[in-house]
């Protein structure tokens, strides 16, 4: 079982910038793709921005120039940089991880996870 801990969400000012964390911890052997998703009330959770285990990154068309999606590797976080903040941005933001768990002496167990979700809201 590999544990999602999120930070960073808040109240800003549309044109603001609000930088999110997500930290994995756990029986960790490997992390492939990390992703960041938000659902706004009433809506679908919708995919904001990805990144492959080598650094390759994937952007929403709604959120490309303003957001921006890293990792550190060695200490298994996530983060996404938000800037030009926008009203319709508000949501709960998910993050997501593709992780691979090794216990010692026991067959690998790939598996998807999902963070606890942090509020951005943003107001105009």
């Known amino acids: 079982q590999v544990r999602l801990v999120e930070s960073g969400g808040g109240l800003v000012q549309a044109g603001g910038s609000l930088g999110l964390s997500c930290a994995a911890s756990?029986?960790?052997?490997?992390?492939?793709?990390m992703d960041w998703y938000r659902q706004a009330p009433g809506k679908q959770r919708e995919l904001v921005a990805s990144i492959s285990s080598g650094g390759d990154t994937n952007y929403a068309d709604s959120v490309k120039g303003r957001f921006t999606i890293s990792r550190d590797n060695a200490k298994n976080t996530v983060y996404l940089q938000m800037n030009s903040l926008k009203p319709e941005d508000t949501a709960v933001y998910y993050c997501?991880?593709?992780?691979?768990?090794?216990?010692?002496?026991?067959?690998?167990?790939?598996?998807?996870?999902w963070g606890q979700g942090t509020q951005v809201t943003v107001s105009s």
């Open positions: 997501h991880v593709d992780a691979s768990t090794r216990p010692p002496g026991r067959l690998p167990y790939r598996d998807i996870y």
């Open positions: 756990g029986n960790i052997f490997r992390i492939n793709d």
